[in-house]
């Protein structure tokens, strides 16, 4: 375990089930950034993370009768809202069992537990055949991964002429020394491998056999959310503090305050689809 670390994050599954309550409190249930319309926006981050799911799911543009993975589901926000606006069926897969379970029961909830199944799996070896899929979702997992093997292995099993969705943290400007030092501390809490620039994720989809057809810089929507979880530290300092410590909690702040402080960090949202035909060699 590195300096940077904390306890029980030493992986990703570990790492997301201790700061799960954490970061729920501060960044809400969707684990993922939030999608604000202009500076004058006060949407609270679970108004503004929900705006961002319905944002990548009308990109995957499923219907009734399609079957969508999502990769790295978390706690299974996006899986559920797919399945009620679709109507498609979801795979959602994460390696976080706790996770999965909190996704089966927000199905449940939400009447759509038949819609959507939650299993526990590798995103570099899925158990599934090859053209399995009708779309694919990768919402924020990229960075736990090397792009070129995650790609690879989602294109083996969405069908020809099947969709993908990708939205992820990306860097603006080359990853400085400073930069590095800075972000250290995140990157080993929530287990980072890798954050890449926008032509790197371009470049990996395109090597998978993939065709993209938009890239949306989201950044001025969703620069926000950091700040947005600073905030909240504060309102919830002393009940994090009586779970965690107080050391801990301010060293998850400290690293959280960094990233809100990189100017270099964004978002990019990609769609590509797979051709139906492979282009021609020779």
Known sequence: MSSGSLPG?????GSYEYLAALTEKVGGPDLHY???????DRSTIEEATERLTRVV???LKAVAGDHVLDIGCGNGRPAVAIAETTGARVTAIDVNEHALERGRAWARERGVGSSV??????ALAMPYSEASFDAVLILETTPHFMPEPLFAEMARVLRPGGRVVLETPCLRAPLTVEMRSRLAAYFDMFQVLSIEPEEVYAR?????GLEIEAAEDLTEHTEPFYGRIL???DCHRDELAAEY???AVE????AISNCAAMSGMGSILLTAFKPVFPPLTG
């Open 231 to 233: 905030e909240r530290f």
């Open 204 to 208: 990996a989809l395109r090597a998978a």
């Open 245 to 247: 410590g107080a050391e």
């Open 117 to 122: 199944s939650f299993e526990r799996c590798d």
């Open 34 to 40: 939030g999608y604000w319309t202009g500076p004058e």
């Open 9 to 13: 994050t030493e992986d990703v599954a």
């Open 251 to 254: 060293r998850v702040e400290s």
């Open 57 to 59: 799911i009308e990109g």
